[in-house]
C-alpha cells in the first residue's frame, strides 16, 4: 500500500523549513552577491530557482541510493549543457523532423512524453520546450511548484573583508604585490519558511510516480548536506510537513493547513540557533479539516517537547480477591461463604 505523502494521484501541500548558519544561503548578483532580503521587512529571501537547483543538483544521488533507473532522473537543465540539443534529440528519438511546418497534436505529445520520462526535472517541475527548432512542443508546467523562501526574522547580512597571499596574474607579482583583497557576505543566523505544492492533475500529465515522490521527499532532507561550501556556511533541512489531501482537487484550501505550522520564538533576544525556535502543529484535532493531516518527515522542533501526562489507573482490586472475580454487581452472597469472614471486625481464627 502506497503511504499518503507517495500517492501521485493526491493534491500534496508541503511546509519546508531550513536555517544557515555563518552562511549565504542565496546571493543577489546585481548587489555584490549579497544575501537576499526583503528591503522594507529586512526579512531573508531564498528564490525558488535556488532551491530547485539544490533539488536537481542531489536527486540523482537520491536514485541512485534508492536503486532506481538512473536513465530516468537525467537532469535537463545542467550546467554545460545546451537546452536546445537535448530537444532535438527528443525529435531525433521519436521520428520527427527538425524545423517540420506541420506536427500533429499526437507527434508532439510523444516527443514530450520522451523528454518527461527521462528527464527528472521536467517531470516535477516543466519547462518551456519551444525554443529553437522545436516550436511545436510548448510548454510544460509542472506538478511541484516552490515559494520563495522567507526568514522568520530580520536578518542583517555582514561583509567580510579577505585576503589572499597570492596573486591572480604573474604581472601582479612583478609589481611586488604580496596580497589580493576579497570579500564575503554573510548571514549570522536565520531560519527560513518555504512553502511547495504538488498539483495531481499535471502530475498525471507528466507522469509523475511514487517512486518520484519518494525521491523527492528524500532530496529536500537531504540536500544540503550534498551542497555544502564555505561560502554557503552550515545550512540544514529542519522541518518537512506533508498535507495530504483525500484526493486531486483538495480537501481543504491549502492554506488553512500551511497557516497550522506555527514558528515561535523563544526569549527576547537574537536568534542564533534553531534551539530559539519552537515549531509547532495546530489547531487542535476536532478543528482540522477533514482528509488533510499532517505528516511530519523530519522533526522540526526547536525546543524540547514537553513531557507526556502520566494516566493514572484506577486502583484493581486483587486478583486473589473474590469480589474482584464477581464483579462490582454482583450480590455478596454469591461470593463462596468458605472465603467469606461473617465477622469483619474479627481476625479470623482468633474467635
Sequence with gaps: MTAPQLDPAVKHDMVYLFDVTDGNPNGDPDAGNRPRTDDETS?????????????????????QAA??????????????????????????????????????????????AWLTTRYADIRLFGAVL???????????RGPVQFGMARSIDPVFPVDHAITRVTQTT?????????????????????????????????GAQTGVSPADLQVFLTTLVNMFDHDRSATRGEMAARGLYVFSHRDGFGSAPAQTLLDRIRIERLGEGVPRSFGDYKVTVGPRRQDRPVGAGALRLLPASGSPDPPRRRLHRQPRHHPRDPRARAGPHTDPAAVPTARRNPHPHRRPGLE
Design 170 to 202: 604573474q604581472a601582479d607579482i612583478d609589481k611586488g604585490e604580496s596580497t589580493e583583497m576579497g570579500g564575503k557576505w554573510t548571514v549570522p543566523y536565520a531560519l527560513y519558511r518555504c512553502v511547495i505544492h504538488y498539483s495531481a492533475p499535471r
Design 67 to 112: 536503486g532506481l533507473d538512473l536513465a530516468n532522473y537525467q537532469i535537463f537543465v545542467e550546467a554545460g549543457h545546451a537546452l536546445n540539443t537535448r530537444l532535438e534529440e527528443s525529435y531525433a528519438d521519436t521520428g520527427l523532423a527538425l524545423g517540420a511546418k506541420t506536427v500533429t497534436p499526437e507527434q508532439a505529445a510523444l516527443a514530450r
Design 130 to 140: 519551444s525554443t529553437g527548432k522545436t516550436q511545436a512542443l510548448g510548454q510544460i
Design 43 to 63: 526579512q531573508g529571501l531564498v528564490t525558488d530557482v535556488a532551491l530547485k537547483r539544490k533539488v536537481r543538483d542531489t536527486i540523482g544521488l537520491a536514485a
